[in-house]
């Protein structure tokens, strides 16, 4: 009987890669099976919102809301892509410097964002609880904000690590996964912007 076993130094793995990027890590998997479950809760949402337009003799029941500040928050998200692919790029190529000062950026405009949001808020012209329109379209706009919250936090945790470190390679990563989430954000909102501004005027 032959002896086929391989000998040891031809699996000796020890000069793989500890991390990769897109498709071929982990962490991408895990982002993209996260964007497709709260992808598909904006769905549902959008979805009762026009079930109960359907339902509703008058439509909405509430003046819609003031389309100034909604607008100014869309440009900012539509901006904020440049230096969130400038981030990605960075952090892919592994340029440090380049990746903390484009996070900072991205950073920036997120709490601009947020900041917009609360004028968003406070001319939706109806309350969460006033009805089943103020209910839906509160929700929309909430189930946003905490995910818009959630990666303003995870930004900010990175860029202070970008800056203080220890800096791993796997870091680089998270820049990347990062950058690929807040292109969630900015496009979920599109559709979401659609319906409560223009979906109640038309």
């Known amino acids: 009987m032959n002896d086929t076993r391989i000998p040891s130094q031809d699996i000796n793995v020890g000069r793989l890669p500890t991390y990769v990027f897109g498709a071929h890590s982990m962490m991408w998997w895990g982002t993209m099976g996260l964007m497709l479950i709260e992808g598909t809760v904006f769905a549902i949402t959008v979805v009762v919102y026009f079930y109960l337009r359907s339902h509703s003799p008058t439509w909405p029941v509430d003046p819609p809301p003031d389309l100034l500040w909604g607008s100014i928050n869309t440009v900012i998200l539509l901006a904020s892509m440049v230096p969130n692919q400038l981030a990605k790029r960075a952090a892919e190529r592994e340029r440090r ?99 409560i501004y223009w979906g109640a005027r038309l």
């Open 97 to 195: 410097q380049h990746a903390r000062w484009w996070l900072l950026a991205c950073l920036g405009f997120a709490l601009a964002f947020l900041v917009v949001r609360i004028f968003e808020f406070a001319t939706l012209n109806t309350r969460w609880d006033a009805n089943a329109y103020g209910s839906v379209v509160w929700m929309l706009l909430a189930l946003h904000t905490t995910h818009l919250i959630t990666d303003t936090i995870d930004t900010a945790v990175l860029a202070v690590l970008m800056f203080t470190g220890p800096l791993e390679g796997k870091r680089f990563v998270d820049v990347s996964e990062n950058a690929l989430y807040w292109y969630f954000v900015v496009g979920s909102w599109l559709p979401i912007y659609a319906v």
